[in-house]
């Protein structure tokens, strides 16, 4: 038998380490943290945990997370793995589901009402919140005192036949989930991993996207997502776009370091819930209040986007979704039941709403809580009853000792091999932020399991260059399977200016190692298309012509020579540089003539699609007007900005500019000395943004989010920028905004 009390004090370690600091929110649990940890008990609701704190356990049913992580240890796993069904029974164990979109407001109401409806105490609580908090400190340094009212909250309304234990919480911004589960199976629980994935502007703000945490319980893997996805009604694609950046952006790192990290459909058991957004189409207000009044909820549901987005297959493939009997949760007039009054009238929807994927799963019950009243929204529940995988010690022991038994045999006469679907790939005319993946499938036709890794070469850093990714890039093979590999090229903000410059080419080749065995080597070749989007304003200023309508040689000497401070008397394209980048003049003469008075200009995300219409346009000239909706060029120009090599304020000036921050006739200088097409930029974004601020009633921008986007950007950090830093970026940017602009 393996030896449990490493096993489980390698598991409790790797808990508490959690996700990275930035992806959580609160401080740590302190030194007395682990053993407080299995008993955060309801009867302490006013000692709120700390966020960090997590129910842990040790039992054997970890023996599958073995201490060593080996070659051996995974063949162990491999084997128990395909025994599982000769050692678990299914064991049937009551999930309560919660969401609910607070609309920034504090708890006003007790929560029992929604979380104690149910006859019978669940045995886990997942609950999860949006817009927890709407203003713009929450948004821009991601921190709100809300956070601990409303997890106070839910303690207070747990149902109260069960004590129960604080498993995890996970905040991105407003997005918040949270975990308990009752106190005598708290020591079932373990793996526990949270995660987060903003999807607002840039894919990187925090408004929205999802939160997730993953755990065993058991025997059985799951996890759970909480998401609040894009808004209004027209933009279901862009919803759709969010599930899917949510899946596929979403990691949890494994135990064993040798395993890839799982994404979230890599799990048996998946639960999601949240605002989901999706509206009601194609009737009017009237009609949709109709057939509520009606209570014909199966006619109105024909019309809801999510329905007609899974028939469509185009998101949630292979989850379900209980009946819905219960009339629309949005749009109310806060602190009522009665439907949105104001101007706007909008239609109701489901907004908000709960999903599962996975076997032995029944839904007894699905239903929203009218009582409630603190939101514009109206909470909703499911009770579900999913089966569980536990484990019979006794057999599992039995079959574990057996494949101990025979694992010498295995290990010394055999080695693995391999054999690969292909040894070379080609990537031809690679864009920047353009997403391409070829397969790479991997079959053991050796006589035993096999654990493989990509490796790194000599001398170099990672195990491919950092355009390319091997997804999964290590792993562990049965006898006779076989995995696909998805190779992926993508160039973004940091490795476009090498490519657009010359110096790297898209080419590499991959040592695939196999434990015990050989080397594979695997040939990565390709084109790149240069961009805009990652060349410097000096070298876009020299250039007359779009990037992609020159020769890629004098683009690359032009670039290279730009980058070195060279002068271009001699050079194929030795005319007078303009004063701006002719792409930025583009995108702000476009969104200046067309979205000055767009609402959420800046704040809410375009379409991927749209940006790559954009990217093309300003790289070939085609076509004459720049393609796509207001955001989508907004993005694009953020995204533009965030790849320049140089920023709009070099970096060798920030720490000046952090030094003379308060200053404005200091801040004033600081431009003053900066290279001339970078000071022309700067004031003509600036000129660009006051104007924008004129129309704040109509795109409700002001000084505020727009020195925190722009400043970001423009006056960025050489080094990872801490929160001091940040703030004085803002005051500096902001007085360019707010005061006279004259140089």
């Known amino acids: 038998m393996p030896n449990l009390s490493k096993t489980a004090e390698r598991s409790q370690t790797a808990e508490r380490r959690g996700p990275p600091a930035e992806h959580k929110s609160g401080g740590n649990g302190g030194p007395d943290s682990p053993g407080r940890v299995a008993r955060v008990l309801l009867e302490d609701r006013n000692d709120l945990p700390p966020p960090s704190i997590h129910t842990y356990s040790c039992n054997k049913a970890q023996m599958l997370s073995l201490p060593q992580f080996g070659l051996r240890d995974n063949l162990i796993r491999c084997e128990l793995q395909k025994s599982e069904a000769a050692y678990t029974n299914l064991e049937d164990f009551s999930f309560f589901l919660g969401t609910y979109n607070v609309n920034g407001q504090t708890p006003k109401e007790r929560l029992g009402r929604w979380l104690a409806s149910t006859?019978?105490?669940?045995?886990?609580?997942?609950?999860g919140f949006q817009e927890l908090d709407l203003s713009k400190e929450a948004f821009i340094f991601n921190d709100t005192p809300k956070e601990s009212e409303w997890i106070n909250a839910v303690m207070e309304g747990l149902h109260p036949d069960a004590k129960y234990a604080f498993v995890k919480h996970v905040r991105l911004v407003g997005i918040m989930l949270l975990c308990f589960v009752k106190t005598e199976h708290a020591e079932h629980i373990h793996e526990v991993e949270a995660e987060t994935v903003g999807t607002g502007i840039m894919g990187r703000m925090g408004n929205k996207g999802g939160v997730a945490i993953r755990f065993r319980f058991h025997n059985s893997d799951i996890c759970v997502v909480n998401s609040h996805l894009a808004a209004h009604i027209e933009e279901y694609e862009r919803r759709n776009q969010d599930y899917r950046e949510i899946c596929s952006r979403m990691q949890f790192h494994q135990q064993d370091p040798d395993l890839p990290p799982l994404t979230i459909l890599k799990h048996s058991i998946v639960l999601w819930l949240g605002d989901l957004n999706y509206r009601i189409s194609?009737?009017?207000?009237?009609q949709v209040k109709d057939l509520i009044s009606k209570k014909d909820f199966e006619a109105l549901h024909a019309y809801d986007q999510l329905k007609r987005q899974i028939d469509e297959e185009a998101v949630f493939v292979g989850f379900t979704e209980g009946d819905i009997d219960f009339q629309p949760t949005y749009k109310y007039d806060t602190g009522s039941s009665q439907w949105d009054s104001s101007e706007k009238c909008r239609v109701p929807a489901w907004c908000d709403r709960i999903l599962w994927r996975g076997q032995n799963i029944r839904q007894l019950h699905y239903t929203s809580h009218m009582a409630l009243k603190t939101s514009d929204h109206k909470p909703v529940s499911s009770l579900l009853e999913i089966g569980i995988k536990v484990v019979d010690e006794e057999k599992q022991k039995r079959i574990f000792e057996e494949i101990v038994r025979n694992m010498d045999r295995w290990e010394n006469e055999c080695i693995p091999s391999v054999s690969l679907s292909q040894r070379e790939f080609h990537f031809k005319d690679v864009k920047f932020m353009q997403h391409r993946a070829e397969t790479l499938t991997i079959h053991n036709d050796g006589q035993v399991p096999c654990q493989f890794e990509f490796i790194q070469k000599l001398d170099e850093p990672a195990y491919c260059k950092a355009w390319l990714t091997a997804n999964p890039h290590k792993g562990f093979l049965a006898q006779g399977a076989s995995v696909d590999v998805d190779l992926e090229v993508f160039v973004n903000r940091f490795t476009a200016p090498e490519l657009n410059s010359g110096r790297q080419q898209i080419e590499d080749i991959l040592v695939l190692h196999l434990d015990r065995g050989k080397d594979y080597f695997i040939s990565v070749m390709g084109n790149y298309l240069p961009s805009c989007f990652g060349t410097s304003i000096n070298a876009l200023c020299h250039l007359r012509e779009p990037i992609q309508a020159m020769p890629l040689d004098t683009i690359q000497k032009l670039v290279s020579a730009v980058s070195a401070g060279q002068e271009l008397s001699s050079s194929p394209v030795a005319e007078p540089p303009r004063d701006t980048p002719k792409e930025i003049c583009m995108m702000v003469e476009h969104l200046y003539r067309n979205a000055s008075?767009?609402?959420?200009?800046f704040q809410q995300p375009g379409l991927r699609s749209e940006f790559e219409e954009i990217r093309d346009c300003l790289d070939t000239g085609e076509p004459d007007s720049i393609p796509g909706s207001n955001h989508s060029v907004a993005e694009a120009l953020l995204l533009f900005l965030?790849?320049?090599?140089?920023p709009v304020v070099p970096y060798h000036y920030y720490r000046q500019c952090l030094d003379c921050c308060s200053d404005y006739s200091q801040c004033k200088q600081v431009?003053?000395?900066?290279?001339?097409?970078?000071?022309?930029?700067?004031?003509?974004?600036?000129?660009?943004l006051r104007g924008l601020l004129k129309h704040s009633a109509h795109n409700r921008l002001d000084v505020n989010i727009l020195a925190t986007i722009f400043a970001a950007l423009m006056l960025r950090s050489p080094a990872k920028q801490d929160l001091g830093q940040k703030r004085k970026t803002q005051e500096f940017y902001q007085h360019f905004l707010t005061q006279d602009l004259d140089l």
């Open 671 to 688: 431009i003053d000395m900066l290279p001339q097409c970078h000071k022309n930029v700067f004031m003509s974004l600036t000129e660009f």
């Open 282 to 286: 194609n009737l009017d207000v009237d």
């Open 642 to 646: 965030d790849a320049l090599p140089e």
């Open 119 to 127: 006859p019978d105490p669940p045995d886990v609580y997942f609950v």
């Open 597 to 601: 008075k767009q609402e959420d200009l």
